[in-house]
């Protein structure tokens, strides 16, 4: 006499099972591309505040009697001037506008000077070093869309003309 096995639904088994996994590793795909995402928004806004600073020592270095005499000194809470009368208020009348351009809502900047010779009559005397920095918002994403934060981001450039 012999025997017959059955395994019915023993294929079945295995392919749920088999599907089930590949959920798993879906989940943690998609997870890894929101992070991804996340990052590269984050260095493409870095790229762009690098290049207004770099753009700003520019025009500063065009424009080096205005800008020993401070004419680009603002503090983060000033405003670019309205209606400019020199050729620094025109650059940072521009360079406000392109921050407010490439960067998101709620940005801001300023610009020093750290005088080497507080002695003499000029604002910012040549050799000085002057900084800018550069504020954004970005967002903080703590386990899902509904728990998100603002960071405030910042980017400090310091040279000297």
Not at 79 to 103: C, H, I, K, M, R
Request: hydrophobic share 40%; glycine share 6%.
């Amino acid at each position: 006499m012999s025997i017959i096995h059955r395994h019915n639904g023993f294929s079945l088994l295995e392919i749920m099972i088999s599907v089930f996994v590949l959920s798993i590793g879906l989940l943690g795909l998609a997870k890894l591309q929101g992070a991804s995402l996340k990052t590269n928004q984050s260095a493409t806004l870095r790229s762009q505040v690098t290049i207004l600073a770099s753009g700003m020592f520019d025009n500063m270095r065009a424009n080096q009697v205005e800008a020993e005499a401070g004419l680009y000194n603002i503090t983060q809470a000033e405003d670019p001037p309205a209606s400019p009368t020199t050729v620094a208020g025109e650059d940072l009348q521009g360079w406000f506008n392109d921050l407010a351009t490439f960067l998101p809502p709620g940005s801001d900047a300023s610009i020093a000077c750290n005088d080497i010779d507080a002695t003499d009559t000029f604002a910012c005397t040549a050799g000085s070093l002057f900084t800018i920095n550069i504020f954004w918002n970005e967002f903080e994403y703590a386990g899902s869309d509904n728990n998100k934060s603002i960071q405030q981001a910042n980017f400090t450039y310091s040279s000297v003309l």
